[in-house]
């Protein structure tokens, strides 16, 4: 079962659950950022309902993120630009 949760800066938390259904994670990367895009691939419901959550993150933080995973998990990756 996928979900996102956040909490804003007023504090206020915020949800998505995508409960069991399929979902598709899209992953956009430049040099500054990187992006994914998560969405419930709900057929019936309208567009201005679907389940989705956006996450900009700044590139050298996912970076940073990974090779600690990696070194952690004892696993090699190559940077590639």
Not at 10 to 38: C, P, T
Not at 48 to 70: G, H, I, Q, Y
Request: proline content about 2%; aromatic content about 4%.
């Amino acid at each position: 079962m996928a979900y996102v949760i956040i909490r804003g800066n007023n504090g206020r938390r915020h949800e998505v659950d995508f409960e069991n259904a399929e979902i598709k994670v899209e992953v956009h990367i430049n040099e500054e950022n990187v992006e994914l895009v998560i969405e419930a691939l709900d057929e019936d419901r309208p567009r201005e309902k679907k389940r989705f959550t956006l996450v900009n993150l700044p590139r050298s933080a996912f970076d940073k993120a990974m090779a600690e995973m990696a070194r952690s998990k004892g696993i090699a990756i190559k940077a590639v630009d």
